[in-house]
């Protein structure tokens, strides 16, 4: 089962965008600021209005019976999301169930102690949202994510808080999910996160696709020359990737002088 | 405190308040000792429909109080500001214009369809993308395009007995009420209870925003057509029995939400209760009140009560304490 777009457009923000995801694999999208990545990740969560092009859910354009199969079906991280009430964290989490309201109690509760402890919440799971770090707050969230237990889990930027220890542990859960089956999109701004951890990698640029395939070769150092505009140079063995940044290329320096 | 004890205890409270508001007023009547002339005919026709009255008033203020501050995301957030109840008063206006005498139906008729209207406007002007920030401003426009109105019929009132009248009757009050205000205002508002209850899901989801609320299953049209619906009658109906009565609804959720667990639908059923006790004490302070002339109008006497505390309110918000 694939989750896949087939020459999507939306307005100015993505171009004939083809891509292709798969049930069992981390997908990373990457590209600069602007790119269209979080965009793209709405149309695939299909929380976006599109202007043309489909998304296809394996063999058939994406459609859902109701708003609440979606959501079984897909669970959205969004980028940077605040919390409106001063709810505890075991609260916040629960609110990932609301998708399965009608699913036996002991069901939700399972489901609900599964995400807390995936993401090593135990001991704050009483505490309110406002007296949370950055990072606790994140993973409350994406807690929240995994308590649904859909079939795709679509995140933007995910790791954007987080400090190393737990961003590792969070990427070696996005591995687990994907392994028992489920599909994991990730909108990432670390390119060695991407390179070492993902199966596939997309790279965008001003809404259309740059590179489309795995790491080694979608994410090569002329790529990141040409859209990132920096000079940079992969350091280490595969897995263990990392990004070394030389001086600014040719290019960045004349948009610099331009604005002086 | 569990959700369910916070709800007990609140209907125990009810429980103890409504008997007292019955003998409470004007006249007092002695339970033991029953003599008051007319005692049956104060209690039937005058306490029993206004105690009944301000229990169905106030707990449609908290609950849709809630119900507002949870769907707007915004703890500021009051069900009187989205153009309904404007637009119910403008009605109300409009019926004293056409001669208020003719039929004691006329007014709630009229306030009625004036709250109708300004659900209509403000689902024809939001409805079509069910976004938050569109209905905001389509409340504001509705409520300002009400209040505009409703000026212009007082400026243009053909008596100036007429002008006094409307005047008056804006100030809240539930003196002299009577059953057929509780047949307007009962059905309408357990029509409008249910439609919040229907939405109380959605809106725990809007905790989150908009995008992880609609990720979630939320239809932000239905949710935006239920919220409407229900404000609609519960405001319009209340407006139409009761004039303006204001800050309950703002009030009455803040009370509350430190006793629960701050999700949106733990709130509504407390707050619906706790407004209810609220309008209903008010009520009777407003009626056992020496006041040389008359008794005090309940609108005032909340808007008095109320101003403080949105003061309060603000100053706290400032010092970044949670909600």
Same mark, same amino acid.
């Given at each position: 089962?694939?989750?896949?777009?087939?020459?999507?457009?939306?307005?100015?923000?993505?171009?004939?965008?083809?891509?292709?995801?798969?049930?069992?694999?981390?997908?990373?999208?990457?590209?600069?600021?602007?790119?269209?990545?979080?965009?793209?990740?709405?149309?695939?969560?299909?929380?976006?209005?599109?202007?043309?092009?489909?998304?296809?859910?394996?063999?058939?354009?994406?459609?859902?019976?109701?708003?609440?199969?979606?959501?079984?079906?897909?669970?959205?991280?969004?980028?940077?999301?605040?919390?409106?009430?001063?709810?505890?964290?075991?609260?916040?989490?629960?609110?990932?169930?609301?998708?399965?309201?009608?699913?036996? %109690?002991?069901?939700?509760?399972?489901?609900?102690?599964?995400?807390?402890?995936?993401?090593?919440?135990?001991?704050?799971?009483?505490?309110?949202?406002?007296?949370?770090?950055? $990072?606790?707050?994140?993973?409350?969230?994406? %807690?929240?994510?995994?308590?649904?237990?859909?079939?795709?889990?679509?995140?933007?930027?995910?790791?954007?808080?987080?400090?190393? $220890?737990? %961003?590792?542990?969070?990427?070696?859960?996005?591995?687990?999910?994907?392994?028992?089956?489920?599909?994991?999109?990730?909108?990432?701004?670390?390119?060695?996160?991407?390179?070492?951890? %993902?199966?596939?990698?997309?790279?965008?640029?001003?809404?259309?696709?740059?590179?489309?395939?795995?790491?080694?070769?979608?994410?090569?150092?002329?790529?990141?020359?040409?859209?990132?505009?920096?000079?940079?140079?992969?350091? $280490?063995?595969?897995?263990?990737?990392?990004?070394?940044?030389?001086?600014?290329?040719?290019?960045?320096?004349?948009?610099?002088?331009?604005?002086? | 405190?569990?959700?369910?004890?916070?709800?007990?205890?609140?209907?125990?409270?009810?429980?103890?308040?409504?008997?007292?508001?019955?003998?409470?007023?004007?006249?007092?009547?002695?339970?033991?000792?029953?003599?008051?002339?007319?005692?049956?005919?104060?209690?039937?026709?005058?306490?029993?429909?206004?105690?009944?009255?301000?229990?169905?008033?106030?707990?449609?203020?908290?609950?849709?109080?809630?119900?507002?501050?949870?769907?707007?995301?915004?703890?500021?957030?009051?069900?009187?500001?989205?153009?309904?109840?404007?637009?119910?008063?403008?009605?109300?206006?409009?019926?004293?214009?056409?001669?208020?005498?003719?039929?004691?139906?006329?007014?709630?008729?009229?306030?009625?369809?004036?709250?109708?209207?300004?659900?209509?406007?403000?689902?024809?002007?939001?409805?079509?993308?069910?976004?938050?920030?569109?209905?905001?401003?389509?409340?504001?426009?509705?409520?300002?395009?009400?209040?505009?109105?409703?000026?212009?019929?007082?400026?243009?009132?053909?008596?100036?007995?007429?002008?006094?009248?409307?005047?008056?009757?804006?100030?809240?009050?539930?003196?002299?009420?009577?059953?057929?205000?509780?047949?307007?205002?009962?059905?309408?508002?357990?029509?409008?209870?249910?439609?919040?209850?229907?939405?109380?899901?959605?809106?725990?989801?809007?905790?989150?925003?908009?995008?992880?609320?609609?990720?979630?299953?939320?239809?932000?049209?239905?949710?935006?057509?239920?919220?409407?619906?229900?404000?609609?009658?519960?405001?319009?109906?209340?407006?139409?029995?009761?004039?303006?009565?204001?800050?309950?609804?703002?009030?009455?959720?803040?009370?509350?939400?430190?006793?629960?667990?701050?999700?949106?639908?733990?709130?509504?059923?407390?707050?619906?209760?706790?407004?209810?006790?609220?309008?209903?004490?008010?009520?009777?302070?407003?009626?056992?009140?020496?006041?040389?002339?008359?008794?005090?109008?309940?609108?005032?006497?909340?808007?008095?009560?109320?101003?403080?505390?949105?003061?309060?309110?603000?100053?706290?918000?400032?010092?970044?304490?949670?909600?």
């Amino acid at each position: 089962m694939s989750l896949a777009t087939e020459n999507l457009n939306v307005g100015e923000r993505l171009r004939d965008v083809s891509i292709q995801c798969r049930r069992g694999m981390i997908t990373a999208i990457c590209g600069p600021n602007g790119a269209g990545k979080s965009t793209l990740l709405s149309c695939l969560a299909d929380l976006q209005e599109t202007t043309s092009g489909r998304v296809m859910l394996g063999e058939r354009p994406m459609r859902f019976k109701s708003p609440r199969e979606r959501a079984q079906w897909l669970g959205y991280l969004p980028q940077a999301p605040d919390v409106a009430w001063d709810v505890a964290v075991e609260v916040l989490v629960s609110l990932g169930r609301l998708p399965w309201s009608d699913a036996p %109690a002991g069901e939700n509760a399972k489901a609900i102690e599964d995400a807390i402890s995936a993401m090593d919440l135990e001991e704050l799971r009483h505490r309110p949202v406002s007296r949370l770090s950055g $990072g606790e707050r994140a993973r409350a969230l994406m %807690a929240r994510v995994l308590a649904t237990q859909p079939g795709w889990l679509l995140a933007d930027e995910p790791l954007a808080s987080l400090d190393l $220890g737990h %961003a590792a542990a969070l990427m070696r859960r996005f591995r687990q999910q994907a392994q028992q089956g489920r599909g994991v999109v990730l909108v990432l701004h670390d390119l060695a996160t991407a390179m070492n951890h %993902a199966d596939c990698v997309v790279v965008l640029d001003k809404g259309e696709v740059v590179a489309d395939g795995p790491p080694e070769t979608a994410l090569t150092r002329d790529i990141v020359s040409r859209v990132w505009k920096c000079r940079a140079q992969w350091l $280490g063995d595969p897995g263990e990737r990392a990004l070394s940044i030389a001086s600014p290329s040719p290019a960045s320096e004349r948009g610099m002088r331009i604005l002086d | 405190m569990t959700q369910l004890r916070l709800n007990l205890l609140l209907l125990l409270g009810l429980a103890l308040v409504v008997p007292l508001s019955l003998l409470a007023g004007r006249v007092w009547i002695n339970p033991l000792a029953p003599e008051t002339h007319n005692a049956s005919l104060i209690l039937m026709h005058l306490r029993l429909p206004r105690a009944v009255l301000a229990v169905t008033l106030g707990a449609g203020l908290g609950l849709t109080g809630a119900a507002m501050q949870a769907y707007l995301r915004n703890p500021l957030a009051d069900p009187g500001l989205f153009g309904i109840a404007p637009g119910a008063a403008l009605g109300a206006v409009l019926s004293f214009w056409t001669g208020y005498a003719a039929s004691p139906w006329l007014l709630p008729v009229f306030a009625l369809l004036g709250a109708s209207g300004a659900m209509l406007l403000l689902a024809l002007i939001a409805g079509r993308g069910g976004g938050v920030a569109l209905f905001t401003l389509a409340g504001l426009m509705v409520s300002s395009l009400a209040g505009a109105l409703m000026s212009l019929a007082i400026s243009l009132s053909p008596s100036p007995f007429a002008m006094t009248e409307i005047v008056t009757w804006m100030m809240g009050a539930l003196a002299d009420r009577s059953w057929r205000e509780v047949w307007i205002a009962v059905p309408c508002t357990l029509a409008g209870a249910a439609a919040i209850y229907a939405a109380r899901r959605s809106l725990d989801a809007l905790t989150l925003g908009e995008a992880a609320a609609r990720s979630l299953g939320v239809d932000p049209l239905t949710l935006q057509l239920q919220i409407i619906a229900g404000v609609g009658l519960i405001i319009g109906s209340g407006v139409a029995v009761a004039g303006i009565i204001g800050f309950v609804g703002l009030m009455v959720p803040h009370l509350v939400r430190p006793l629960t667990d701050r999700r949106p639908s733990s709130l509504l059923v407390p707050s619906a209760i706790a407004g209810a006790l609220l309008l209903l004490v008010a009520d009777c302070l407003c009626r056992i009140l020496p006041l040389a002339s008359g008794e005090l109008r309940l609108g005032i006497a909340l808007s008095l009560l109320g101003t403080p505390f949105f003061l309060v309110l603000l100053l706290r918000m400032r010092k970044g304490l949670s909600w």
